[in-house]
């Protein structure tokens, strides 16, 4: 499995992937000859505070002492979407909404002054565990659109759910028994009882 990475990591696809997400963003100063980066922009030139989207590597690669741009929290993390969250999480089919929901979620807290965007993610990756650890002992892969229910990571721990679940299925019908002695087990073996009832360490 390809394990994703939960910080920056150069070398992740997985994280390139969320990296390449596009995000609003506003322009903090005018920018002359680079109207192409909004195909709706007529002007050649971008004025300061126009309002366009850029994937979210252009904004985590700008200097932090002069940038160009601005990130704004998309809509899917906004107090009205904090709202149906609450009321029912599971609802929310979150691989339709954003397929990197959780990990995107993560990186946008650094443009999140009021720290409600960690807050949800915190909320409603509890509230929605409880429903997939369920899922994965009672659901199989076949009978659920994984795709659109779950976003990237919690497609990840399904499918990793199912497949534990499934050995330890096949534990309990002994069709799989790889037990290993516990190390107090094995000690109790190494030793064996002398013919005057004294226990013995064996050579």
Known sequence: MNIPSYKPN???????TVTQ???P???TQDLYMMGFLDASEKSANLTNNHTLELPLWV??????RNPHFEAQIPDIYSAAYKEIYKADANYVELGA???FYFELGMYLTRYDGTNSVSEMLHVTAQ??????????????NE?????????????????????TNKLF??????????????????NLRKRKRSPDGETQEEQ
């Open 169 to 186: 299925d096949d534990w309990l019908q002994e069709k799989q028994v790889h037990i290993k002695s516990t190390e107090i087990a094995a």
């Open 25 to 27: 963003c506003q322009t």
């Open 10 to 16: 150069y070398y992740s696809l997985d994280d390139i």
């Open 127 to 140: 509230e929605r565990m409880k429903v997939l650890k369920d899922l994965c002992q009672n659901v199989g």
């Open 143 to 163: 009978s659920l659109n994984v795709s659109s229910k779950f976003e990237f990571i919690e497609r990840l721990l399904f499918n990793e759910g199912c497949k």
């Open 59 to 64: 904004v985590l690669q700008q200097d932090e």
């Open 97 to 99: 909404l954003c397929k």
């Open 21 to 23: 997400e596009r995000i």
